[in-house]
């Protein structure tokens, strides 16, 4: 079984900062990486993905992402945030015709 | 235009009666989810579905059923509902399958207080 750990339970920027969110994998096959986004109240919502290629993958709202295999990492970078982007972020692992699993979450907090 | 509808928002049970959560979908996908989500433990998976007629065991299935009776509609059931069954319950839907890339599309979720 694959595990994911989010490190960080909360996270506290200003608006304009830059931030990174970490994940990292226990895994050691194929693998499959998605971050989500749950703003309060919400449903989770896709950000982006990586399964092979440029390890750099960039998603919406202007958030990208860098797989490491060396560190079995997967975190998520914004280079000048907003307000809006105040929300819970999941890390998620597929691998194979497994189901996904996910991180327990960041909070990220973004003050105006 | 919300492609996975969840109903109900919010549900209060009794201990012991029985609660039937349902899903909608728009998507046309065949892979349809059951998480809950609670404090410190983030999303786990109770059951899933590969389309009409197929329900498999997620993660933590014991205390829940689930019912997939068309590609559109997937149901979660307590029969016996317990206070620790208490939750956010969120369905989705899935676009691919296996080593294919797979994005989930959320519910808003259903808030469930057992009494």
């Known amino acids: 079984t694959q595990t994911v750990s989010q490190s960080d339970a909360h996270v506290t920027v200003f608006e304009g900062d830059s931030v990174e969110l970490r994940c990292n994998y226990s895994?050691?096959?194929?693998?499959?990486l998605s971050w989500y986004i749950q703003h309060h109240g919400h449903g989770l919502q896709f950000l982006l993905k990586?399964?092979?290629?440029?390890?750099v993958v960039q998603g919406v709202n202007g958030f990208e992402a860098e797989f490491s295999k060396s560190d079995s990492s997967f975190h998520l970078r914004k280079a000048s945030v907003h307000w809006s982007d105040s929300a819970v972020y999941f890390c998620?692992?597929?691998?194979?015709?497994?189901?996904?699993?996910f991180g327990k979450g960041t909070s990220l907090t973004v003050i105006p | 235009e919300a492609a996975v509808t969840q109903s109900p928002r919010n549900k209060v049970a009794v201990t012991g009666g029985k609660v039937t959560l349902s899903c909608n979908q728009t998507?046309?996908?065949?892979?349809m989810y059951w998480y809950r989500q609670d404090t410190g433990h983030g999303l786990r998976l109770i059951h899933y579905?590969?389309?009409?007629?197929?329900?498999e065991k997620g993660d933590i299935p014991d205390g829940y059923k689930a019912s997939r009776p068309s590609q559109e509609n997937f149901s979660l059931i307590l029969e016996l509902a317990t206070p620790s069954q208490t939750s956010v319950y969120f369905c989705?839907?899935?676009?691919?399958?296996?080593?294919?890339?797979?994005?989930?599309?959320f519910g808003s979720g259903t808030r469930l207080t057992v009494l």
């Open positions: 998620a692992v597929k691998t194979g015709y497994q189901n996904f699993y």
């Open positions: 998507n046309n996908h065949n892979n």
């Open positions: 989705a839907s899935g676009d691919g399958w296996g080593p294919v890339a797979e994005t989930l599309y």
């Open positions: 579905s590969y389309g009409a007629g197929s329900t």
């Open positions: 895994y050691g096959g194929s693998i499959y």
């Open positions: 990586y399964y092979s290629g440029n390890p």
